[in-house]
């Protein structure tokens, strides 16, 4: 079982940056595949960005070039730095993990991105 806590998400003007950070605990970290995924009002849950234990990373197209998902396996982390912030980025942004063997999928509680125009 993986518990996943994230973090950092807020009000920011268009243009802005934010960094939202995810812990995990429960787990060897490096067994799992992380990403963040978004949920827009009215929308389905799409994929941002994510990142296997050996670094290799994959973004949605509309995001690419503004936002950058780095983890620290020391610290059991995950990062998205989040650059340029459109309105359109508003969300709430949730923390995923997959692990490498089992394919088992977890969640973090959501954390709130609200890019003002």
């Known amino acids: 079982q993986v518990q996943l806590v994230e973090s950092g998400g807020g009000l920011v003007q268009a243009g802005g940056s934010l960094r939202l950070s995810c812990t995990a605990s429960?787990?060897?970290?490096?067994?799992?595949?992380m990403g963040w995924y978004r949920q827009a009002p009215g929308k389905q849950r799409e994929l941002v960005a994510s990142?296997?234990?050996?670094?290799?990373?994959n973004y949605q197209l509309s995001v690419k070039g503004r936002f950058t998902i780095s983890r620290d396996n020391a610290k059991n982390t995950v990062y998205l730095q989040m650059n340029s912030l459109k309105p359109e980025d508003t969300g709430v942004y949730y923390c995923?993990?997959?692990?490498?063997?089992?394919?088992?999928?977890?969640w973090g509680q959501g954390t709130q991105v609200t890019v003002s125009s």
């Open positions: 429960g787990s060897i970290f490096s067994s799992n595949t």
């Open positions: 995923w993990a997959k692990n490498i063997w089992s394919r088992s999928q977890y």
């Open positions: 990142i296997t234990n050996g670094g290799t990373t």
